[in-house]
């Protein structure tokens, strides 16, 4: 299964731009890459995905370097009901070669949003 | 309401009892998973299963057993085996190679 590598903790001011990088440099060809969040005590919130192309939503927009080997999540003007656990994900084809894939969780990025 | 539902929210267990976590999808999704999650850390997969009537050890399964009868539930045992329980349970499904959904989690406690 590619890893994932994030920063432990960052903080962001409320209503400015937070971006959030992920690092996933062995990363294969059909590998997409998931972002969830999860505020405490409750269960991951699904955010974003993408494969190559850059993807926004109505939550955030993620970047993916041409190489594949890196991303952003980008969350335009965050709020303090962003502050969270943010977990990058690349989604790892079975071990039987189907399309169902484990989902792998690193530690995450905690991000503090501050008035 | 569609979803995942697990129950209960809180669990409490005396030590060398099993106990089952209940975990219900009305998604239609074909995977499930079971994942656990310690204080300060990330997920780690504990079992999954991509059809009815099968399922996979995830990376810590030794402790736990699971079930997949019915498409809509996959009830996770936590059972006299797992030395270290208490933690907080989290239930998940998705369709195929689709985004996967989370329950709300069960916190259970050895006490």
């Known amino acids: 299964d590619a890893k994932t590598t994030q920063p432990p903790s960052m903080d962001c001011a409320e209503g400015r731009a937070a971006n959030l990088p992920c690092n996933h440099s062995t990363i294969s060809g059909n590998e997409y890459v998931y972002w969830y969040r999860q505020i405490h005590s409750q269960g991951p919130q699904y955010i974003i995905h993408g494969l190559k192309n850059n993807e926004t939503n109505e939550m955030a927009s993620l970047i993916i370097t041409e190489d594949r080997k890196s991303s952003t999540l980008i969350l335009p003007h965050a709020t303090l009901r962003d502050t969270a656990v943010y977990y990058c994900i690349v989604r790892a084809p079975n071990a039987g070669g189907t399309s169902y894939g484990k989902l792998t969780f690193g530690q995450g990025t905690i991000l503090t949003v501050h008035p | 309401d569609g979803g995942i539902t697990q129950s209960p929210k809180y669990l409490f267990r005396k030590e060398g009892q099993n106990v089952t976590l209940s975990c219900e999808q009305n998604?239609?999704?074909?995977?499930m998973y079971w994942y656990r999650q310690d204080p300060g850390q990330g997920l780690r997969l504990i079992y999954y299963?991509?059809?009815?009537?099968?399922?996979q050890k995830g990376d810590i399964a030794e402790g736990y057993s699971v079930s997949r009868e019915k498409k809509e539930s996959f009830p996770l045992t936590v059972t006299s085996a797992q030395k270290n329980p208490t933690a907080f349970y989290l239930c998940?499904?998705?369709?195929?190679?689709?985004?996967?959904?989370f329950g709300q989690g069960t916190r259970l406690t050895v006490v």
């Open positions: 299963s991509q059809i009815v009537n099968d399922f």
């Open positions: 998940a499904s998705s369709q195929q190679q689709g985004t996967a959904f």
């Open positions: 998604l239609n999704h074909d995977a």
